[in-house]
């Protein structure tokens, strides 16, 4: 007998003896069996006079207007309260407060640790059939039963229009919490090769991480806060979600309506607290598993810095997830459309008073357009209503808090004294009644100057006006810059198009061609960026629930060896 039929014949034998038993045994991790079904984006309301949605949303207004509500810390579904308490006002109305909410004390946030360490097991065990039923009729309260109160909290409570709390609070949200459960199903659909079935079937399933997720939201966007603690917990982990002080109202309705939904307690714990005390605790402690951040450049590296810090004490190396804002551009080709550039770099400058991490700061002209732009943007700002929210002709309203108006006042007092800066419009700030900063464009004649380098966060844009043949000088000029979150390019050449498109690739996370750098949509435009932006996990894409999961590969033999040897060796 030749030497390969007696190799094949010893193989033959031992898989004949297994083969016999497939069918008797039972598997030791079998997929989830996930039904199939489709997404797509929440559809805008309109809002008119008279519709059902505006009757509804103006009886919102008036019952949280009225209503101081009281926002409890919240640790496995008991609610607490502090000494500790403080109130959340309207940014554009010193007198009108929101919510009065509480802050927790340095042992309630280790209560909520324990907590999240006494539940992970149970949670990470849910099938995740169950948990994205669990999401999917959280989106439904979103975007039904709780829409008029999601709108009307992050109106009152964070100073949006109405239709930027529609995009925010209800349609992002709802994409978030959709999107969020069909990745996770279509996440599932990969399986790996066995290439002999009958002898090892490879599989893979999704844990969650050992310990607990810090969830730590910003003001801007009611929907990041309620993506930023959900997602991780979409994929099996446990959260304490430390919501912002200026958007505790809207805040805490999301954690209600994942509460409503079937959310377990103890799987995201509700812990408003000091900032520096929560992230001194949380970075302490062993069981940390990871921190999904949306805020400043410096609270995101004080966070790495205190994770660094304590390395060897954790037993998993922490996830750090972070979005840290921009200093985003819009750059104009000499071929652009001027009304097209005008229209979007005010939408993108001024909506929300620029408090998007993604408005457009920057904007780059070419000396032939400046002329027209400059007179079309100023006559576009001219017939902006700056006001409350509640006057539904308001453009945009005031900024966040006093921090952010000395903040963003600060930087008009530089324009105002520098001798490279030139305000053409706009400049006036107000905090009488509530904190208001007029959209402002300022010319700077320093490209370098550090209002064209360092993120403002408020409603001031800052032009740089190039000589026409400099096209590609001030491309790399743009481009140099520390943060890389959005950008935005307009023109009609189609060379200039393909090769600014290639040389601007890594200067934007999300890159626009005549479009406006604001408005990414879950499932369309995956958010994030590099360098000082963040870390550019995309929120709203399937890439971005791998950040909260921790594969494991299992190999599944059906043939019981018997011969140590291997087939060379019996020549």
């Given at each position: 007998?030749?030497?390969?039929?007696?190799?094949?014949?010893?193989?033959?034998?031992?898989?004949?003896?297994?083969?016999?038993?497939?069918?008797?045994?039972?598997?030791?991790?079998?997929?989830?069996?996930?039904?199939?079904?489709?997404?797509?984006?929440?559809?805008?309301?309109?809002?008119?006079?008279?519709?059902?949605?505006?009757?509804?949303?103006?009886?919102?207004?008036?019952?949280?207007?009225?209503?101081?509500?009281?926002?409890?810390?919240?640790?496995?579904?008991?609610?607490?309260?502090?000494?500790?308490?403080?109130?959340?006002?309207?940014?554009?109305?010193?007198?009108?407060?929101?919510?009065?909410?509480?802050?927790?004390?340095?042992?309630?946030?280790?209560?909520?640790?324990?907590?999240?360490?006494?539940?992970?097991?149970?949670?990470?065990?849910?099938?995740?059939?169950?948990?994205?039923?669990i999401?999917?009729?959280?989106?439904?309260?979103?975007?039904g039963?709780?829409?008029s109160?999601?709108?009307?909290?992050?109106?009152?409570?964070q100073?949006?229009?109405?239709?930027?709390?529609e995009?925010?609070?209800?349609?992002?949200?709802?994409?978030?919490?959709?999107?969020?459960?069909?990745?996770?199903?279509?996440?599932?659909?990969?399986?790996?090769?066995?290439?002999?079935?009958?002898?090892?079937?490879?599989?893979?399933?999704?844990?969650?991480?050992?310990g607990?997720?810090?969830?730590?939201?910003?003001?801007?966007?009611?929907?990041?806060?309620?993506?930023?603690?959900?997602?991780?917990?979409?994929?099996?982990?446990?959260?304490?979600?430390?919501?912002?002080?200026?958007?505790?109202?809207?805040?805490?309705?999301?954690?209600?309506?994942?509460h409503?939904?079937?959310?377990?307690?103890g799987v995201?714990?509700?812990?408003?607290?000091?900032?520096?005390i929560?992230g001194?605790?949380?970075?302490?402690?062993?069981?940390?598993?990871?921190?999904?951040?949306?805020?400043?450049?410096?609270t995101?590296?004080?966070l790495?810095?205190?994770?660094?810090?304590?390395?060897?004490?954790?037993?998993?190396?922490?996830?750090?997830?972070?979005?840290?804002?921009?200093?985003?551009?819009?750059f104009?080709?000499?071929?652009?459309?001027?009304?097209?550039?005008?229209?979007?770099?005010?939408?993108?400058?001024?909506?929300?008073?620029?408090?998007?991490?993604?408005?457009?700061?920057?904007?780059?002209?070419?000396?032939?357009?400046?002329?027209?732009?400059?007179?079309?943007?100023?006559?576009?700002?001219?017939?902006?209503?700056?006001?409350?929210?509640?006057?539904?002709?308001?453009?945009?309203?005031?900024?966040?808090?006093?921090?952010?108006?000395?903040?963003?006042?600060?930087?008009?007092?530089?324009?105002?004294?520098?001798?490279?800066?030139?305000?053409i419009?706009?400049?006036?700030?107000?905090?009488?009644?509530?904190?208001?900063?007029?959209?402002?464009?300022?010319?700077?004649?320093?490209?370098?100057?550090?209002?064209?380098?360092?993120?403002?966060?408020?409603?001031?844009?800052?032009?740089?006006?190039?000589?026409?043949?400099?096209?590609?000088?001030?491309?790399?000029?743009?481009?140099?810059?520390?943060?890389?979150?959005?950008?935005?390019?307009?023109?009609?050449?189609?060379n200039?198009?393909?090769?600014?498109?290639?040389?601007?690739?890594?200067?934007?996370?999300?890159?626009y061609?005549?479009?406006?750098?604001?408005?990414?949509?879950?499932?369309?435009?995956?958010?994030?960026?590099?360098?000082l932006?963040?870390?550019?996990?995309?929120?709203?894409?399937?890439?971005?629930l791998?950040?909260?999961?921790s594969?494991?590969?299992?190999?599944?033999?059906?043939?019981?060896?018997?011969?140590?040897?291997?087939?060379?060796?019996?020549?």
């Open positions: 007998m030749s030497l390969p039929t007696k190799i094949e014949k010893l193989l033959s034998c031992q898989i004949g003896r297994n083969v016999a038993q497939l069918t008797r045994l039972a598997s030791t991790y079998n997929p989830p069996q996930l039904n199939d079904f489709q997404v797509k984006n929440e559809s805008f309301l309109g809002y008119l006079r008279g519709s059902k949605e505006r009757i509804a949303l103006d009886e919102s207004l008036k019952r949280l207007s009225r209503e101081m509500l009281e926002v409890p810390i919240v640790i496995n579904g008991k609610e607490y309260r502090s000494d500790q308490s403080r109130l959340q006002q309207a940014p554009f109305d010193h007198s009108l407060k929101v919510a009065k909410y509480y802050w927790a004390t340095p042992n309630m946030i280790r209560e909520a640790i324990q907590t999240c360490n006494d539940r992970r097991e149970e949670w990470e065990r849910a099938p995740l059939s169950e948990k994205i039923n999401f999917m009729r959280a989106a439904d309260l979103v975007s039963k709780y829409r109160d999601m709108l009307a909290s992050t109106m009152l409570g100073g949006k229009t109405i239709f930027q709390a995009i925010d609070a209800a349609a992002e949200l709802a994409d978030f919490l959709r999107f969020n459960a069909f990745f996770a199903k279509e996440l599932y659909k990969y399986q790996p090769i066995s290439d002999q079935p009958n002898v090892v079937r490879n599989s893979m399933r999704h844990r969650g991480i050992e607990f997720i810090a969830a730590i939201s910003p003001f801007n966007f009611t929907a990041i806060g309620g993506n930023l603690a959900s997602a991780p917990a979409l994929m099996g982990n446990v959260v304490i979600w430390k919501p912002s002080d200026t958007a505790i109202l809207s805040n805490y309705i999301v954690y209600k309506i994942f409503e939904a079937g959310m377990p307690p995201i714990n509700f812990v408003p607290c000091d900032g520096p929560f001194d605790i949380i970075t302490a402690d062993p069981s940390l598993a990871g921190i999904n951040f949306t805020g400043s450049v410096n995101f590296r004080f790495w810095s205190k994770t660094a810090q304590n390395l060897d004490t954790y037993r998993n190396y922490p996830r750090l997830s972070g979005e840290c804002g921009g200093k985003n551009y819009h104009v080709h000499p071929s652009a459309d001027t009304m097209n550039v005008a229209v979007n770099t005010v939408r993108s400058a001024f909506e929300y008073s620029g408090q998007k991490c993604s408005a457009c700061s920057r904007l780059y002209v070419p000396k032939s357009k400046w002329p027209e732009i400059k007179d079309k943007i100023s006559s576009i700002c001219d017939q902006l209503k700056i006001g409350s929210p509640l006057d539904h002709q308001t453009f945009t309203s005031a900024v966040i808090d006093g921090k952010a108006f000395n903040r963003i006042r600060s930087y008009l007092d530089h324009a105002s004294s520098s001798k490279n800066c030139e305000i419009r706009g400049g006036q700030v107000d905090e009488s009644i509530g904190f208001y900063v007029q959209p402002t464009i300022i010319q700077v004649h320093d490209p370098n100057d550090r209002l064209m380098k360092e993120e403002i966060f408020g409603p001031i844009l800052s032009v740089y006006v190039y000589p026409d043949s400099e096209v590609k000088e001030t491309l790399k000029l743009v481009q140099s810059i520390d943060y890389a979150l959005t950008g935005a390019i307009f023109g009609q050449d189609a200039f198009l393909r090769e600014a498109t290639e040389m601007m690739k890594m200067s934007a996370g999300n890159f061609i005549n479009d406006k750098s604001t408005g990414a949509v879950v499932g369309q435009q995956p958010f994030g960026g590099a360098r932006s963040g870390t550019n996990d995309k929120p709203g894409g399937p890439h971005n791998l950040r909260w999961t594969p494991q590969t299992i190999k599944e033999s059906f043939v019981n060896q018997t011969e140590w040897r291997y087939p060379y060796m019996m020549e």
